[in-house]
C-alpha cells in the first residue's frame, strides 16, 4: 500500500435500478461499497458473475448513477466526488484522468482504427504526430495487421475490436484506468501482449481497477481482489450463498 | 472545454405558450463554449419549440435567453432587430432539417457560401471564393461543384452546403434542428461524421434537436429529454442513456431498435 | 360644349402638395423609396405616369420643359409626354440640354452634363433594387431599414461566376450618400458616373409602384463593385457615325436590310449640337 493519497477513493456507494417499465421494480445492487486503489496499484473487483462488480465500474466512470456514497477521483491536490459532480466537470475528469476499457467497442461510423486510437491520445492532449505515433505503436504490439489500421472496425472480428478498445483506452496515458474484461475475446497470445501493455501502466504510476476473470490476467497484474459479494445487498447474499 | 470557462447561453425558465396550449415550460439550462447539448424527444415533445426560442426566431412567451457577447451576458429580448440578425449570421448558426430553409436554391453553392462573407462586408471576389472553396472542402463537396446550385445536388450534399454556409464566420454555438433527418442511412453515418470532426476541430457549442438516440449518443456531450414541453431528465449523454432513471426516458432508450 | 379645363399640369393642387412632401422626403433621405399616393393618369402604367406626377408637381408656367426616350426627343413616349405638358401646363419645351429647367427621361442621363438648377425627373418601373432577390415588400423594407444588403453582393458574385464579370448592364445598383441601396433605373451603367456628385436634382417616379426617390445635388453615388472586379462603364470601340463623338453612349441603327448599321449617339441632341457646332466651323 503506498503512503501517498489513494487516486480513487469509494466511500459507502450504494446502487440500485428501479425499472419502471416493470411496474415501478427496484432491483438493489449494492451498498456500502468502500475501497480505495492508490497509484501503481491494481485492484481487481471480484465475486460471482451478476454481483455488481460491472456497475461499480461504471459508477466509477461516472456512466451510472448512485443512490449513496461518494467516489472521490484525486486530481492533483484536490479530490472530486465523481458521483455528485456536473456533468463538465465528468467529461473534463474522463479527458485528463480516467480512461476506461469495457467489454465492447462502439464504433463511430466510417472512422479507421487507427484515427480512433489517435484521437484518444488526441484528446488528453498529444499533438497529431504524437497521437499518430502512439496508436501505431500500441496496434502494432497488439498485432492488429497494418492492413486494417484504415479500416472502420466495424467488420472486425471480436478479437480485433478488443484490441482496438484496448490500444484506445490505453492512449490516453490517463493516471486512473478502468478495465472491464479487457482480454475477453483474445486468445492467450495476445491476452500475453495485453497484459504487457497494463503491466507497464501500472510500473508508470497508474491506478487500476479492474475486472478480470481470466485466472492468469490476476495473477499476473493483481495486487487486491476486493470481493463484492461483501456488500451484495442482503437478497443478492442470501440467494449467492 | 476548461471548466472554468463562464457560459455562453443561459436558458432561464423558457416557456412558450400558443393561447391555452402549452409547447414549452420551464426550460432551463447552460452551454459552454466546446460543449454539445442533445434535445431529445417524440413528436410534440416541444424540442423544435425550444430550439426556435433559444434561436431567436420565436417570441418567449416567459423566461429568460441569455447570451455571453464580449464578455458579459445579454438578455436577447433586449436585441434590437439589427443585432439580432447580425447575431445569427455571424456568431450564431441555424441548420434546419431541410436544407432549402436554410439555402438558396436556385444560386450556386459558392455563393451560398460567400453569402454571410458579403453581408459582413467582405468585398473581394478572389478571396471570398477562395474562402468557399475551403469550406465546401471540409464539407466533402467537389470543388467542381462550386458553381452549381444545390437543385443539382442530392439531399446530403445540401445538407452539408447548408452546413459550410452556417460555419464559415466560424460561428461559436450552433443550433441544428434534426441535422440528419430525412437522409438515407449511409448518408447520415457520413454526416454525422463530419458534423462531429467539425464540431471537435472547431470547439463549437451546438444544441442539436434529435430523435435518434444514436445521434445523441455520438455527437453530445449532454442530454435533455423532453416529453410534453417539459425536461424530464437531462445528464451526461452515457449516463442518460445507459441508466435512465426516469420512466419515459427509460421507455424511449428501450424502444430504440437494434440493426 | 366647351373642351374641358384642366388645373395647370393637370394634377389638383392638393394632390401636387402631396406629391411635393414626398419629394422633399426624399431629398432629405437620399435613395430611400418614399411611398406615394400614385393618382390615375390619362396614359396607362409602364407608359411614365410616375415620371409625370413629379413632373407635374414640380413644374411652373416659366419652366423650359425637355423630354427623352432612351435618349432621343423624337421617340413617341418623348413626343407624347412633351404633347402632354404642352396642353395641360402650356409650358415652353426644348430639345437642348443646356436650356432646359426640367427634363423628364426614360432610360437614358443626357451627354451633356447638367447645371446646378436643374431637375432630371427619372421614369421608373420597378424601384426595388432587391426585388429579384426577394420577391416580399415586408422583408426588403427591413432589409433597407437594417442596411442588410449582403444578398445583392451575392448576386454580383453569382455573375462574375457564371459570366466571368458583372453582367448587368443597366439598372445597376448604387449605394445613396453610403447608406441606401438604390435602383437608378434602367439608365444603361455607363450614365451612373454622371449620378456621382451632381450638381442637378435628381428625382425617381415610379407611378405603378407607388414610390418616390431622390438624390439631391452634389451626393455620392457609388456603384457596387468587387474589389477586384471593380466597376467599369462599357466602351464603345468607335465614335459616333454622324457626329464623331467619343466616350459617349451609342446606339446601334440598322440602316438596310442586308445588315448594314451604324452606331450613333443615343443622345440626339448631344450629337445635333455637336453637328451644328462643326458646321459653323466650316466642315467635320
Known sequence: MTRKAPLIEVEGLAKSFTLHLRGGLVLPVVEGVSFSVGAGECVALGGPSGIGKSSILKAVFGNYRVDQGRIWIRDADKKVDLACAEPRSVIELRRRLIGYVSQFLRVIPRVGALDIVAASARESGATQNEALATAEGSLARLNLPERLWSLPPSTFSGGEQQRVNIARGLAGRHAVLLLDEPTASLDAQNSACVVDLIRERKHAGTAILGIFHDAAVREALVDRIVDVSAFATSRDREAAA | ?259 | MSAPSYNFAYLDEQTKRMIRRAILKAIAIPGYQVPFASREMPMPYGWGTGGVQVTASIIGPSDVLKVIDQGSDDTTNAVSIRAFFAKVARVAVTTKTREADIIQTRHRIPETPLEEGQIIVFQVPIPEPLRFLEPRETETRLMHALEDYGPMHVKLYEDIARHGHIATTYAYPVRVAGRYLMDPSPTPKFDNPKMHVSPALQLFGAGREKRIYAIPPYTEVVSLDFEDHPFEVQRFDRPCALCGASGVYLDEVLTDDRGGHMFVCSDTDHCESRRAAADGEGGA
Not at chain 2, 87 to 102: C, I, S, Y
Request: charged share 25%; hydrophobic share 40%.
Open chain 2, 1 to 259: 472545454m476548461n471548466t472554468n470557462d463562464a457560459p455562453l447561453l443561459v436558458a432561464q425558465g423558457v416557456t412558450k405558450y400558443y393561447g391555452e396550449r402549452l409547447a414549452c415550460r420551464d426550460v432551463s439550462f447552460e452551454i459552454h463554449p466546446g460543449e454539445v447539448i442533445a434535445v431529445v424527444g417524440e413528436s410534440g415533445s416541444g424540442k423544435s419549440t425550444l430550439l426556435a426560442l433559444l434561436s431567436q426566431r420565436l417570441e418567449l412567451t416567459a423566461g429568460r435567453v441569455s447570451y455571453r457577447q464580449n464578455g458579459h451576458l445579454r438578455d436577447l429580448c433586449e436585441l434590437s432587430e439589427a443585432e439580432r440578425r447580425r447575431l445569427q449570421r455571424t456568431d450564431w448558426g441555424f441548420v434546419h432539417q431541410d436544407p432549402r430553409e436554410g439555402l438558396r436554391m436556385n444560386v450556386s453553392a459558392g455563393a451560398n457560401v460567400g453569402e454571410r462573407l458579403m453581408a459582413t462586408g467582405w468585398r473581394h471576389y478572389g478571396r471570398i471564393r477562395d474562402t468557399a472553396r475551403d469550406w465546401l472542402a471540409r464539407v466533402e463537396i467537389d470543388d467542381k461543384r462550386i458553381d452549381d446550385p444545390p437543385r443539382s445536388f442530392s439531399g446530403g450534399m445540401r445538407q452539408r452546403l447548408q452546413i459550410a454556409k452556417n460555419l464559415v464566420t466560424e460561428p461559436r454555438l450552433v443550433f441544428m434542428d434534426e441535422p440528419t433527418g430525412g437522409l438515407d442511412v449511409s448518408v447520415q453515418a457520413r454526416l454525422l461524421d463530419l458534423v462531429r470532426a467539425l464540431v471537435a476541430d472547431l470547439g463549437l457549442a451546438a444544441i442539436i434537436v434529435t430523435h435518434d438516440l444514436a445521434v445523441a449518443r455520438l455527437l453530445s456531450h449532454r442530454i435533455l429529454v423532453m416529453k410534453d414541453g417539459e425536461v424530464i431528465e437531462s445528464g451526461l449523454t452515457d449516463r442518460v442513456l445507459d441508466d435512465p432513471s426516469e420512466a419515459y426516458t427509460q421507455l424511449l432508450v428501450s424502444s430504440v431498435l437494434a440493426a
